[in-house]
C-alpha cells in the first residue's frame, strides 16, 4: 500500500473505519492495535518452520554513511531499503538466531535481535519473519519490537477496488475474516451499505 506522507497504512484506514465503526456501534470505541499470537511464532521457531526474514531500514539522506542509494533515488529524498532472506528451492531457512530471540530473557532477546537485524555490516531497522503455522498458513510476524509482542500481518483478500479506492464493504468483510484468523472465531462475512 501507498504511504502518504509518512502515514503508515494503519493511519490511512484506521480514521474511516472508526468512524463507520461508530455508526454502527455508538456506545463502543475501536481501538486498533496489533495481535499478539506469541504461542504460534515460538512453536513456528521450535519447529523449524521459518521461510523467510525480511530486513528493511529507511536510508534519509541527511545521514547516510554510505550513500550507496544515491543512484536509484533523487537527492535529498528519502530511500526505503529491504532486505529479504530465503532458502532455496522452496526450502526452510535456519532458525537458529530466532530460537535464541524467543527462549532469552530481555538481555539475550535484545542480543539475538541485534544480530538478527545486522547484515554485512549494515544495521537495519526492521525485523518480518515468516513462518508456516501448524495449520499450513503463513503468516508474518514483525520482531522489531519484542516488549509489544510479535504482532504479524495478515493480507486483506477480496477486496473491491474501484480506481484507487477500497469500497468499505469489502473492507469489512476482508477485515472479519482476518479477526476470526487471528482469534479462532468464526468468520461470517456481513454487508455494509457503505461504500
Do not use: Y
Given at each position: 500500500?501507498?504511504?502518504?506522507?509518512?502515514?503508515s497504512?494503519?493511519?490511512l484506514?484506521?480514521?474511516?473505519?472508526?468512524?463507520?465503526?461508530?455508526?454502527?456501534?455508538e456506545?463502543?470505541?475501536?481501538?486498533?492495535q496489533?495481535?499478539?499470537?506469541?504461542?504460534?511464532?515460538?512453536?513456528?521457531?521450535d519447529?523449524?518452520?521459518?521461510?523467510?526474514?525480511?530486513?528493511?531500514?529507511?536510508?534519509?539522506?541527511?545521514d547516510?554513511?554510505?550513500?550507496?542509494?544515491?543512484?536509484?533515488?533523487?537527492?535529498?529524498?528519502?530511500?526505503?531499503?529491504?532486505?529479504?532472506?530465503?532458502g532455496?528451492?522452496?526450502?526452510?531457512?535456519?532458525?537458529?538466531?530466532l530460537?535464541?530471540?524467543?527462549?532469552?530473557?530481555a538481555?539475550?532477546?535484545?542480543?539475538?535481535?541485534?544480530d538478527?537485524?545486522?547484515?554485512?555490516?549494515?544495521?537495519?531497522?526492521?525485523?518480518?519473519?515468516?513462518?508456516?503455522l501448524?495449520?499450513g498458513?503463513?503468516?508474518?510476524?514483525?520482531?522489531?519490537?519484542?516488549?509489544?509482542?510479535?504482532?504479524?500481518?495478515?493480507?486483506?483478500?477480496?477486496?473491491?477496488?474501484?480506481?484507487?479506492?477500497?469500497?468499505?464493504?469489502?473492507?469489512?468483510d476482508?477485515?472479519?475474516?482476518?479477526i476470526a484468523?487471528?482469534?479462532?472465531?468464526r468468520?461470517?462475512p456481513?454487508?455494509?451499505?457503505?461504500?
Amino acid at each position: 500500500m501507498h504511504v502518504n506522507d509518512n502515514r503508515s497504512a494503519k493511519g490511512l484506514i484506521e480514521a474511516k473505519i472508526t468512524e463507520l465503526f461508530r455508526q454502527e456501534f455508538e456506545d463502543v470505541t475501536l481501538k486498533i492495535q496489533p495481535s499478539v499470537p506469541g504461542a504460534a511464532f515460538r512453536a513456528a521457531v521450535d519447529e523449524d518452520r521459518i521461510t523467510k526474514v525480511c530486513l528493511t531500514r529507511l536510508e534519509r539522506p541527511h545521514d547516510r554513511a554510505i550513500a550507496a542509494t544515491d543512484k536509484w533515488v533523487e537527492a535529498g529524498e528519502a530511500a526505503r531499503v529491504e532486505l529479504q532472506i530465503t532458502g532455496g528451492r522452496g526450502k526452510r531457512i535456519s532458525a537458529k538466531l530466532l530460537k535464541r530471540f524467543v527462549a532469552g530473557d530481555a538481555k539475550a532477546r535484545s542480543g539475538a535481535l541485534h544480530d538478527i537485524i545486522e547484515f554485512e555490516n549494515m544495521t537495519f531497522e526492521e525485523a518480518k519473519v515468516e513462518a508456516v503455522l501448524a495449520d499450513g498458513k503463513r503468516r508474518t510476524f514483525n520482531i522489531s519490537a519484542p516488549e509489544a509482542g510479535h504482532a504479524f500481518t495478515v493480507d486483506l483478500t477480496d477486496l473491491d477496488i474501484c480506481g484507487f479506492t477500497v469500497r468499505h464493504a469489502s473492507l469489512f468483510d476482508s477485515l472479519r475474516v482476518a479477526i476470526a484468523g487471528v482469534s479462532g472465531l468464526r468468520a461470517s462475512p456481513r454487508r455494509h451499505g457503505h461504500d
